[in-house]
């Protein structure tokens, strides 16, 4: 049991550039969600999902985009990279049977764009 | 609308003192309310939460939280800090009201530094 994996773990952009983040759980959660986390910030939610085929925005969207065409599975997309996107990437999940659930956080991936 | 504060960015204590991390909240209806804690260069892991009943929460490596709805408050507590408890704590909060948000809040984070 995995719990949520996260690819990869680094990646060096240069601006313009495009990537795409992978997030996997394989604890059947409904829910996935996308934050960021930069100094000072706490963690800032990009994008989240409500269940397979679902997608929704967060308090950060812009400059991102994201897919959950498979239930475990949530990508979050960068277009066109930006150095303000320079920043730590955590995924989440949660079962999504209510308000009480917990969620569950990947390792991370840390990104810079120059 | 929901939302936390941490007032302290950090928070230093002396091994094998009592340990306080402070959280206060905001929802239009009644709370639910957790804790996660983040070692370096890791995830987020849940610490506890509180949901009902008891205001007094146990949860995972010794640590606990007190819930005051008339101060709106749920600080993180330890009896006797570690240096293995330097970490990066993070209160988080939903709000139980109908038509309240699913989606957590989270605060800033507070730095707990425990000196040897």
């Known amino acids: 049991n995995a719990g949520v994996t996260q690819t990869p773990k680094f990646r060096v952009l240069k601006t313009g550039q495009s990537m795409t983040l992978l997030c996997a759980q394989d604890?059947?959660?409904?829910?996935m969600y996308w934050y960021r986390q930069d100094p000072g910030m706490g963690l800032r939610l990009i994008h989240y999902s409500v269940g397979e085929g679902t997608t929704a925005k967060g308090e950060v969207p812009d400059g991102y985009n994201v897919s959950r065409l498979k239930k475990q599975n949530f990508l979050l997309g960068l277009e066109s990279a930006a150095p303000s996107q320079t920043s730590v990437y955590f995924c989440?999940?949660?079962?999504?049977?209510?308000?009480?659930?917990?969620?569950?956080f990947g390792p991370g991936t840390r990104l810079t764009v120059l | 609308a929901q939302s936390v504060a941490q007032p302290e960015d950090q928070v230093n204590v002396a091994e094998g003192n009592p340990l306080t991390v402070k959280c206060t909240y905001s929802v239009s209806g009644n709370p639910y309310l957790f804790w996660y804690v983040q070692y370096p260069n890791r995830g987020l892991q849940f610490l506890l939460k509180?949901?009902?009943?008891?205001?007094l929460v146990k949860g995972s490596y010794g640590f606990e939280a007190e819930f005051n709805k008339s101060q709106t408050s749920f600080h993180l507590k330890k009896p006797s800090a570690l240096v293995s408890d330097s970490a990066l704590y993070f209160c988080a909060v939903r709000d139980y009201a109908s038509g309240g948000s699913y989606i957590p809040t989270f605060g800033r984070g507070t730095s707990l530094i425990v000196h040897p």
């Open positions: 989440a999940s949660s079962s999504g049977t209510g308000r009480t659930d917990t969620q569950y």
């Open positions: 604890m059947n959660h409904e829910y």
């Open positions: 509180y949901i009902t009943g008891d205001n």
